[in-house]
């Protein structure tokens, strides 16, 4: 039986779901059975999820309310997140995938909208032979402790800081 392993994508730099979506798409391509659970993004058009349902038979759950850096209330998220970590639990735990993409968590539980130590758990009591690959910003230290990998985006230059908004097949 293979290992299953706990990857990770964190930093502040772009990249970290495309490299998951990718390893994903190379999973599946493989021959393993792949969900992705993105916890931030929500109902708005997003490219990779009409490719990967045209392409793959990788199931997909956008389950957020979608990012916004000036919110006025994370309601909404509050209420959100922890119907995703329930949908991820039942996923792991199902037998049913080799592959789950819990993109964006990290997100959630920097701001403190998922329980950390029942995710902890969740992570250290994992299928053996389930690969977890966890995305987002404001990764916690015990999070990291755990991974098998850890790979950080760091941001050289971006096209944001000289005003380009976020391009359509770049960035969504």
Not at 20 to 35: D, F, Q
Not at 69 to 87: H, Q, T, Y
Not at 88 to 94: D, G, N
Not at 116 to 124: A, D, G, P, Q, T
């Amino acid at each position: 039986m293979r290992k299953g392993l706990i990857l990770i994508n964190i930093g502040e730099g772009k990249g970290k779901t495309t490299s998951a979506l990718g390893t994903a798409i190379r999973a599946n391509g493989s021959g393993l059975k792949v969900c992705i659970i993105q916890f931030m993004k929500g109902s708005l058009k997003a490219g990779e999820r009409d490719v990967i349902n045209k392409l793959s038979d990788i199931e997909i759950h956008a389950m957020g309310s979608g990012f916004s850096w000036a919110k006025e209330s994370w309601d909404e998220d509050r209420a959100l997140a922890p119907k995703a970590w329930e949908k991820s639990k039942e996923v792991i735990y199902s037998g049913d995938f080799d592959l789950v993409v819990l993109d964006e968590i990290n997100y959630a539980l920097s701001y403190g909208l998922l329980e950390i130590n029942e995710v902890i758990e969740s992570l250290k009591n994992k299928p053996q032979h389930i690969h977890l690959f966890l995305t987002g910003r404001g990764t916690k230290k015990e999070i990291i402790d755990l991974a098998d990998m850890v790979t950080e985006m760091k941001e050289i230059k971006h096209h944001f800081r000289n005003g380009v908004k976020a391009q359509k097949g770049i960035e969504f």
